[in-house]
C-alpha cells in the first residue's frame, strides 16, 4: 500500500466516479422525482476534479439538489448515507 496517496485509507469515503479511488471531498445530494419522494436524498461522493462532471451528469437530467463540502454535510432525515450508490445507480 501507498502511504497518503488518494483513496489509500480503507476508512476514508471515496468518490463515486466509476473508476475512481480517490478521496472524497463533496457530497453530491440527489432525487430522481420518478423514482424518489420529493424529501428523499440520495448521495453521490465526488473528489475535487469530478465534482463538475457528477454535478453536470445530475444536474442535465434535474436531479442534483445540492452540493456541500464533505466536511458540512449534515444529512436529513431520509438521506442514504454519502456515498451510498455510485455511478449510474439509482
Not at 69 to 83: M, N, Q, R, V
Amino acid at each position: 500500500m501507498i502511504l497518503n496517496a488518494p483513496g489509500s485509507d480503507p476508512s476514508s469515503p471515496i468518490c463515486s466516479a466509476k473508476a475512481c479511488r480517490a478521496d472524497a471531498v463533496w457530497v453530491l445530494a440527489w432525487n430522481n422525482p420518478k423514482l424518489h419522494t420529493p424529501e428523499r436524498r440520495k448521495t453521490w461522493l465526488a473528489c475535487e476534479e469530478h465534482r463538475e462532471h457528477l454535478s453536470k451528469f445530475l444536474g442535465v437530467r434535474g436531479f442534483l439538489k445540492d452540493v456541500v463540502k464533505l466536511e458540512d454535510w449534515h444529512a436529513p432525515e431520509g438521506t442514504d448515507a454519502p456515498g451510498a450508490s455510485r455511478d449510474g445507480e439509482s
